[in-house]
């Protein structure tokens, strides 16, 4: 198996030998468990999602009164505040390869692992 071999140079990995590998394991079309949903919302998905800030789409779920914005907002208060601020800061840099993704993904998990609030939130769940 080709990641086997990655794994093994440890230190020697070239980050365009990532990038290729994670570029075989890519799925190029998404998939809807629940098919049709996000078709069905995907108006109000864009309405309520296209902000500047993470502030900013809790405000737009809050003044929205749909049964979509009011599940979707009891959702996020389920999660961690800080990790919701990461993941959505992620996705608004963005990174133009796989292998950059995955650095920046690991600075930031090595770094919330070091954080007291992570294992209270784990303990939590």
Do not use: W
């Not at 794994?7 to 980050?15: C, I, T, V, W």
């Not at 098919?35 to 999602?49: K, M, P, T, V, W």
């Not at 993470?54 to 779920?61: A, D, R």
């Amino acid at each position: 198996n080709e990641l086997r071999k990655l794994a093994g140079k440890k230190g020697d990995l070239k980050e365009k030998e990532v990038e290729q590998a994670l570029d075989k394991l890519t799925v190029c079309e998404a998939r809807e468990n629940n098919s049709g949903y996000i078709s069905e919302h995907i108006d109000e998905i864009n309405a309520l999602f296209t902000a500047d800030s993470f502030e900013e789409i809790i405000q737009n779920l809050q003044r929205k009164d749909s049964e979509f914005s009011t599940l979707t907002h009891s959702n996020l208060r389920k999660n961690s505040p800080t990790s919701l601020l990461l993941a959505f800061h992620q996705l608004r840099e963005g990174r133009s390869t796989h292998a950059k993704a995955l650095i920046v993904e690991h600075r930031l998990m090595s770094r919330r692992f070091q954080d007291p609030d992570f294992y209270e939130g784990v303990r939590a769940a």
